[in-house]
């Protein structure tokens, strides 16, 4: 079996081994939590995700990119990359610290604000991003199998009411440090600070901060309209469009395990000048998006009501009619998906980056124009939109930029 299959099915294997604990771990704490002690628990952890964000910048993937590109060189790159990235762990999880001591919130607020910032640090040691430029996809595999399953035996052993909400964070740490250690010794990793490899950070960061800013733009167009429906229509439409959201979240991150089954490949061969193998890959990523498309996002489009009245009860009817136009929208985005990742295994991140500016422009001028009169259904037709001029902007770059370069090499005749 060819190496970008095998990357397919590791991947698809990772996320849904991956989807499956996080999904058990969230009922079990939600029904032995109860409502107050899991508000207290998402309050917290939603302030620590945003903050984790500073973490990576970006990093991840353009490690999976250089090691893919050259694999020699993997542990310089693990050693650097996460020395460096523990540096900004520590400042952030010595804020958090700082936040749980000043803070006029609740007792059980201030421990999981202090508690919380010790996962800061594990998450900075992370090294499965290296594992998938090596293109070693089982790795991502066991990672998140061996790490879900410890969290939910521990969770099912330690968490039995809203008594036990601190050991929550405890929990998720504990159970993340084995496959970390393992990974790092694999990865030879040594702790770097020194003025050459901050010299070396500061090139890396000149491309991953652009990868970076990507995901920030996609990240305004994809939460914005949320805000806004709660400052001009009702809560309860809210709720409605959530579910709607969630739904097109999940899509969301079957794409973003897609595109870094594919990364590797694609930068691999381009940096090797294997054009050939460059388009395969490319095109391979197309017809599995096309698949997805036929036996996946149609019949979601076609059962919406059937499927929101099957998960979350026939109460959540409305968010029907925003959840079919959004999954148009996700069509859109896998389309776009093979050429944007080939664009980024290119060295081409900062069309990409424009393109992400301009979509998420797009976005809030559409949000405020639709939303305070139509809802959430203008929010469905913001986001179509966004990714409409998206998936045409990047058809034009690629076209511009990977085709024109490819006809340019010796030898090698135009698509």
């Known amino acids: 079996m060819e190496k970008l299959s095998k990357n397919y099915l590791?991947?698809?294997?990772?996320?849904?081994?991956?989807s499956f604990f996080s999904a058990v771990v969230g009922i079990c704490l939600a029904r032995t939590l109860m409502p107050e002690a899991l508000g207290y628990l998402s309050y917290v952890f939603t302030i620590v995700f945003f903050l984790a964000n500073f973490i990576d910048l970006g990093l991840s993937t353009y490690g999976i990119r250089e090691v893919a590109g050259n694999k020699a060189r993997f542990s310089d790159y693990v050693s650097e990359i996460a020395s460096f990235?523990?540096?900004?762990?520590?400042?952030?999880?010595?804020?958090?610290?700082?936040?749980?001591?000043l803070t006029p919130d609740v007792w059980s607020i201030k421990m999981l604000l202090f508690e919380s910032a010790f996962l800061l640090l594990l998450w900075a040691c992370a090294t499965e991003w290296a594992f998938q430029g090596l293109e070693e996809m089982r790795m991502v595999f066991i990672s998140l199998a061996v790490t879900g399953a410890l969290q939910l035996t521990l969770t099912m052993i330690f968490i039995k009411g809203p008594g036990d909400l601190l050991?929550?964070?405890?929990?998720?740490f504990v159970g993340a440090i084995p496959i970390t250690i393992i990974f790092l010794r694999r990865m030879h990793f040594k702790f770097k600070i020194s003025l050459d490899s901050f010299k070396k950070m500061s090139f890396y960061l000149t491309s991953s901060m652009v990868i970076w800013s990507i995901s920030v733009f996609a990240q305004v167009y994809n939460n914005l309209d949320v805000f806004l429906l709660g400052l001009f229509r009702s809560i309860e439409e809210v709720g409605y469009?959530?579910?709607?959201?969630?739904i097109v979240g999940g899509f969301s991150m079957l794409m973003m395990f897609l595109a870094n089954a594919t990364l590797p490949r694609l930068a691999c061969t381009f940096a090797g000048k294997d054009h050939v193998e460059f388009r395969r890959a490319t095109h391979k990523f197309v017809r599995l998006s096309v698949l997805l498309i036929i036996f996946i996002l149609f019949p979601v489009i076609v059962f919406s009501r059937q499927i929101i009245a099957l998960t979350v009860g026939s109460y959540y009817m409305p968010a029907s009619a925003p959840l079919s136009i959004m999954i148009a929208g996700v069509a859109?985005?896998?389309?776009?998906?093979?050429?944007?990742?080939a664009l980024i295994a290119a060295c081409f991140e900062k069309e990409v980056?424009?393109?992400?500016?301009?979509?998420?422009?797009?976005?809030?001028?559409l949000n405020f124009a639709l939303?305070?009169?139509?809802?959430?259904i203008g929010a469905s037709i913001s986001f179509l939109s966004a990714e409409a001029l998206?998936?045409?902007w990047i058809l034009w770059i690629y076209d511009k930029k990977i085709r024109a370069h490819i006809h340019n090499q010796k030898g090698v005749k135009k698509w």
């Open 10 to 18: 590791w991947m698809a294997a990772a996320n849904i081994v991956g």
């Open 85 to 101: 990235r523990l540096i900004i762990a520590a400042a952030l999880a010595a804020l958090l610290v700082i936040m749980s001591i």
């Open 167 to 172: 050991k929550v964070p405890l929990i998720y």
């Open 241 to 246: 469009f959530t579910v709607a959201r969630r």
């Open 332 to 341: 859109l985005v896998l389309f776009n998906l093979p050429y944007s990742t």
């Open 353 to 365: 980056l424009k393109q992400a500016a301009a979509s998420a422009a797009l976005s809030i001028f």
């Open 371 to 376: 939303i305070p009169k139509y809802g959430m």
């Open 390 to 392: 998206a998936l045409g």
